[in-house]
């Protein structure tokens, strides 16, 4: 393994990424392209003045705007990230020692899905610049990272526009040896300035519904160069797979993996009994049925609390407790007025009430606490899925040994809840009142965006929350179900980085190996004939 040591961040760009073995010329996306992202420039940042003051609005913390503006315009950086300390460093051998790695995660989801990935390079020694679009996964990188950025590993900014000259600028001052995006995040000038650059990228974790393809399809000129100027494509399913390949993506770019989601669950929760110290007044106010929904949207919360309210008439669960953590912070306010028209007698987190006997709703509204309710309860309803959004991860529930409840809506993570449906850890319930799928009495299962098969509804969502709390060891089996499936694939986020460091090792290899004479091609103008003084033919290479 060549030593890298010699590498540090103030030197300019590498011989490492001019040497990345990335064959062909990059494909500049086409005129109107950029055209369009200038005159959309101004117009966005508008947008993001707007979306600042309504996030400030919420109470939690917001990132500074001017930082903000200065990252995504290209106006100013920070320095780039600080290899750790020895002691800090389990792997010096590894392919990712003092690399610096650039990882784009959009929001909340990405973000939670790539985190285990990025500590195990850091253990490994790498420097990471991590960069988010929007404030819930800007202020989930801040916790899950703070540590890591305190001491310069990790350095954290919005990600620029697309914006060709921005792009440049960032790059220049980052210099990444190799730069990862999560699930479906492509931008056709930052993949352009990459590949000029020799700096080879990954889509980890890539997923593309047929929804997503058909958009990407009727923009062809944009998305071939896209795919093009992409190194490598690990598909977390095989539908996404063909999809990439359809948009004409190279088949020896594409490799296939288990979704990282099945990897979320492993960062270890807090012990039971801190958890119930932090969240209620005595041990006596949770010794009675949990029940959380997780992760909601518009819509869902409605269904939430009729459910609850129903739940409460039925014999055995008249003290039953709903945790309910919204999935965006500017709704917490709209959801608390949502419980209040419902008569019940609920507690804010964000105003620090902690659940009390007397508790029926409790809403936690805050940012990161999420594991934490699942852990704290004894089912979980996983949002995003009895209305059209798609689903959000079950992983998390699921290595928690928690039974686990999704609407029809899973098309984006359909491959997880057919998985865990199937092993008995999920079940499948109606959506919300509103938002029924259409489809025959004969469907056995939904179709969702991507293709993929989603078990149909089996149930309403108070028959399946009834069913698991009425039966705790029913409920407890079925969790178990679920964690031993999540263990069992939790190995995907290993077969990912061992896909992404083997990028890295044959640029490092290209670098340390000398040219072999042997190998090196003939010269033929090299070889003339000429005549000895004894009359023979020589050619002029012979000593």
């Not at 290209?74 to 320095?79: A, D, E, T, V």
């Not at 056995?444 to 989603?454: C, E, I, R």
Request: charged share 20%; net charge neutral.
């Amino acid at each position: 393994m060549p030593d890298k040591n010699a590498t540090t961040s103030s030197e300019p760009p590498s011989a490492l990424n001019a040497t990345a073995g990335q064959n062909g010329q990059a494909l500049s996306p086409p005129w109107y392209y950029s055209l369009v992202i200038k005159l959309l420039k101004p117009l966005y940042r508008i947008a993001l003045w707007r979306r600042h003051n309504k996030a400030t609005k919420t109470g939690l913390p917001v990132a500074d705007y001017k930082s903000e503006i200065d990252a995504r315009y290209g106006r100013r950086y920070p320095l780039p990230p600080r290899l750790a300390t020895a002691t800090e460093v389990s792997e010096r051998t590894s392919a990712f020692y003092n690399t610096l790695i650039w990882c784009h995660a959009v929001s909340l989801g990405e973000t939670n899905t790539i985190a285990p990935m990025l500590k195990q390079m850091l253990k490994q020694g790498a420097r990471l610049w991590i960069t988010n679009t929007t404030q819930t996964g800007f202020a989930r990188t801040e916790a899950l990272f703070a540590e890591a950025i305190a001491a310069g590993q990790v350095v954290h900014t919005f990600v620029p526009v697309d914006d060709k000259a921005v792009i440049q600028k960032f790059v220049d001052n980052a210099k990444p040896d190799l730069a990862m995006f999560v699930e479906t995040e492509l931008w056709a000038n930052i993949l352009a300035v990459l590949k000029q650059s020799n700096i080879p990228s990954v889509l980890v974790n890539a997923r593309l519904s047929q929804k997503s393809y058909d958009n990407y399809a009727k923009h062809a000129a944009v998305s071939k160069g896209m795919v093009h100027n992409l190194t490598m494509i690990i598909a977390q399913d095989a539908d996404s797979a063909k999809r990439f390949r359809y948009l004409g993506t190279d088949v020896v770019k594409i490799r296939r993996a288990n979704s990282l989601k099945w990897s979320t669950g492993s960062m270890q929760p807090k012990p039971l009994d801190q958890l119930r110290s932090e969240f209620a007044a005595n041990t006596q106010a949770l010794q009675r049925p949990i029940w959380v929904a997780g992760s909601t949207h518009d819509g869902e919360e409605t269904a939430v609390l009729n459910a609850h309210k129903q739940l409460l008439t039925q014999p055995h669960m008249e003290n039953a407790l709903l945790i309910l953590v919204p999935r965006h912070p500017e709704r917490f306010d709209a959801v608390a007025e949502l419980i209040e028209q419902t008569g019940l007698n609920y507690r804010r987190r964000s105003e620090q009430q902690l659940i009390d006997a007397d508790t029926q709703v409790y809403l936690a509204d805050t940012m990161g606490e999420l594991g934490d309710c699942y852990e704290l309860s004894d089912v979980a309803l996983v949002g995003g899925s009895l209305v059209n959004i798609g689903g959000h991860n079950p992983i998390e529930a699921a290595s928690l040994a928690k039974p686990i409840i999704m609407g029809p809506y899973t098309q984006s993570c359909h491959e997880l809840v057919s998985e865990l449906s199937a092993a008995g850890a999920l079940v499948v319930v109606d959506a919300a009142e509103g938002h029924a799928q259409k489809r025959s009495n004969k469907q056995s299962a939904t179709k969702g965006s991507d293709g993929g098969q989603t078990p149909a509804p089996q149930s309403t969502l108070l028959q399946a929350v009834l069913q698991w709390l009425a039966y705790p060891e029913q409920a407890q089996r079925a969790g178990q179900l679920g964690a031993q499936l999540v263990a069992k694939k939790s190995d995907a986020m290993q077969k990912q980085l061992a896909m992404i460091e083997s990028l890295l090792i044959k640029k490092q290899i290209s670098l340390s190996a000398k040219p072999d004479p042997k190998q090196e091609p003939l010269d033929l103008d090299y070889f003339k004939v000429r005549t000895r003084s004894d009359g023979r033919d020589v050619d002029s290479g012979e000593l």
